[in-house]
T-cell receptor
Framework: GNSVTQMEGPVTLSEEAFLTINCTYT??????LFWYVQYPGEGLQLLLK?????DKGSNKGFEATYRKETTSFHLEKGSVQVSDSAVYFC??????????????FGKGTHLIIQP | AAGVIQSPRHLIKEKRETATLKCYPI?????VYWYQQGPGQDPQFLIS???????DKGSIPDRFSAQQFSDYHSELNMSSLELGDSALYFC???????????????FGPGTRLTVL
């Protein structure tokens, strides 16, 4: 079956530091990959996505590149802000013809940015 | 912009009781998904519906059932509640896939269910 593994948290950084959250996946086919962010007490928001190898998703200064050879989709940001503090989930979706495929999530990484 | 609406936002039930959670998708979205997120856990996919038919099934217990109605809203029915059912239940909706290889899912704020 499909699975997503991401680095354990919490990850604590100072403001303006460089961020990397590692994510690797296992899938039987050719999945689409996502990063979702969850702020305290809120639902999940799509941060960025990539649907094929070497695609780079980007949004709000965050980037992630779909690496098929290493089955990875690491999240990066050059300079984090206190407002980036949240839980980040890596996820995949594999089209199996059903049209409404559930997402498989990683365990989530709690990011804490200190001023 | 309109978002996914879930009701109620909070629900407290006793063991062995039943609960019904409701989800109203974004207008013109025809697909609905349900997820369960335990405390400190990742969301687990339960079930999805496309055009009122069940589309994909995940780790939904037999005590739970769901359906999508003609106006595309969906209800998750949970019976014989157990303490372990205490969780945040998310609904997500998406438009028809079109030419994309995936359905972008838009999540609601969730319903927090507490079973005592």
């Amino acid at each position: 079956g499909n699975s997503v593994t991401q680095m354990e948290g919490p990850v604590t950084l100072s403001e303006e530091a460089f961020l990397t959250i590692n994510c690797t996946y296992t899938a039987t086919g050719y999945p689409s990959l996502f990063w979702y962010v969850q702020y305290p007490g809120e639902g999940l928001q799509l941060l960025l996505k990539a649907t094929k190898a070497d695609d780079k998703g980007s949004n709000k200064g965050f980037e992630a590149t779909y690496r098929k050879e290493t089955t990875s989709f690491h999240l990066e940001k050059g300079s984090v802000q206190v407002s980036d503090s949240a839980v980040y989930f890596c996820a995949l979706s594999e089209f199996e013809g059903g049209g409404a495929d559930g997402l498989t999530f990683g365990k989530g990484t709690h990011l804490i940015i200190q001023p | 912009a309109a978002g996914v609406i879930q009701s109620p936002r909070h629900l407290i039930k006793e063991k062995r009781e039943t609960a019904t959670l409701k989800c109203y998708p974004i207008p013109r979205h025809d697909t609905v998904y349900w997820y369960q997120q335990g405390p400190g856990q990742d969301p687990q996919f339960l079930i999805s519906f496309y055009e009122k038919m069940q589309s994909d099934k995940g780790s939904i217990p037999d005590r739970f059932s769901a359906q999508q109605f003609s106006d595309y809203h969906s209800e998750l029915n949970m019976s014989s509640l157990e303490l372990g059912d205490s969780a945040l239940y998310f609904c997500a909706s998406s438009p028809s896939r079109g030419s994309e290889p995936y359905n972008e899912q838009f999540f609601g704020p969730g319903t927090r269910l507490t079973v005592l």
